[in-house]
């Protein structure tokens, strides 16, 4: 066996390789784990006012534990929490919630709140603080409730079975503004599957696939169409979330992704790509809500603290009523970031990032969907500025 699973579990339920034993005695075990950071923000983030520049601090604080139940059952735990400085942010906000049962060498049963099946192909680029992220990260973030999964992590073979059950106000993708992030969900099911050769040339070679299915609460639940698009105008602020959340038929999330080598040690190199659909009521048919895109990435990290990397990333969105005659709103972001980090010791690094501008529209288009023409342009207000230059200065103490 290459790893044991209980490592890994171990491993995952940390926000860092450097998570704190806090108590350790007749087979159980309490771990802490945490970080501080602070960052500088260049004026095109608009995290103070319109273009204003200004520090942001944020921390984040976890704690877990495992206890050997017989000689080949362990039981894990894991909570944590983010809390940030910003006006709209004052308080503790949860992120991973979730307990397991750990059964050596035949796989872990998870339950709780945490990222889906699909997030282990997003995790092959998601090293990035701020200007990266467009494609996967609408969805690397996404932490639901009401999951249940069997994971197997053993001689190099990933497999991971997740079950969804229903949730008020679920994260499923985050759309910048254009939609709030607060989705009925009925139930569902996600899947991911792997194998990583442990040495190929330089490094390890990995491949990886995943695949995610919702399906929405049912309208005597929500109790409401939830989103109308008006012909020649973009009215996607028409969201009127319910207490449940925003009404959907369905949604799901197809990506895959192979990456070569390690990104802290020497060269690495990784690709993903993703396709998303979501399927919306509207007063006169279903609305399709199409994301699709992908991510080149590139880093070297060197063996004195220092790591650079780079890369490619487009996304595509388009808003189709489906109905002959009736205008699609699209919008596609293409950006290049990039990352130059330095560890001072394994608890404290600095960084800048930077990200460029490589074709994104500055407006969303409103197009008939018969003759392609586009009928209006109005702000792009997906996310951060997606077709400006964007920079940032930070520190971080990791615990």
């Not at 909570?79 to 308080?91: E, K, L, P, R």
């Not at 603080?129 to 001689?155: C, L």
């Not at 808003?319 to 699209?330: E, N, Q």
């Not at 130059?340 to 404290?348: G, Q, T, V």
């Amino acid at each position: 066996m290459k790893k044991s699973l209980l490592a890994l579990a171990v491993l995952a339920m940390t926000a860092s390789a450097n998570a704190t034993v806090v108590y350790d005695k007749d087979g159980t075990q309490l771990y802490l784990d945490g970080r501080v950071m602070s960052v500088f923000y260049g004026p095109n983030y608009n995290k103070a006012g319109v273009k204003d520049a200004a520090i942001t601090t944020s921390g984040r604080f976890g704690i877990g534990g495992k206890t050997q139940i017989t000689s080949w059952v362990s039981g894990l735990g894991y909570a944590q929490w983010d809390v940030a400085n910003d006006s709209n942010d004052s308080h503790f906000k949860a992120r991973d919630q979730w307990v397991a049962l750990d059964f050596g060498q035949y796989g872990l049963v998870k339950m709780g709140r945490y990222v889906d099946a699909t997030y282990f192909v997003e995790q092959l680029t998601d090293y990035w603080e701020d200007a990266a992220g467009i494609q996967q990260g609408k969805f690397n973030g996404e932490r639901r409730s009401s999951q249940i999964s069997y994971i197997y992590d053993n001689y190099g073979f990933y497999g991971r079975l997740g079950v969804q059950f229903a949730e008020d106000n679920a994260r499923v993708w985050g759309m910048g503004n254009a939609l709030t992030n607060k989705y009925a969900v009925d139930s569902g099911f996600n899947l991911a599957l792997g194998y990583t050769f442990d040495k190929v040339w330089f490094g390890p070679l990995s491949i990886r696939a995943g695949y995610s299915y919702l399906r929405g609460q049912d309208e005597k639940d929500t109790n409401q169409a939830n989103l109308v698009f008006g012909a020649n105008s973009l009215t996607v602020g028409n969201v009127i979330p319910a207490a449940h959340g925003i009404g959907f038929k369905n949604f799901y999330h197809v990506n895959g992704g192979i990456s070569w080598g390690d990104i802290h040690d020497g060269f690495y190199v990784a690709l993903i790509g993703e396709y998303a659909k979501m399927r919306q009521p509207n007063l006169m048919t279903d609305v399709n809500v199409v994301n699709k895109g992908g991510e080149f990435l590139v880093g070297y990290a060197f063996g004195n603290g220092l790591e650079v990397r780079t890369s490619y990333q487009m996304t595509f969105w388009e808003f189709d009523i489906g109905v002959t005659g009736v205008d699609k709103v699209r919008v596609k972001n293409k950006r290049i970031p990039v990352f130059i980090n330095y560890k001072f010791n394994p608890h404290f690094d600095v960084w800048a990032e930077c990200g460029f501008n490589a074709g994104s529209d500055h407006n969303i288009k409103v197009v008939n969907n018969i003759t392609n023409n586009t009928l209006l342009d109005v702000d792009n207000t997906y996310g951060l500025a997606q077709d400006k230059f964007v920079w940032s200065l930070g520190a971080r103490y990791t615990f």
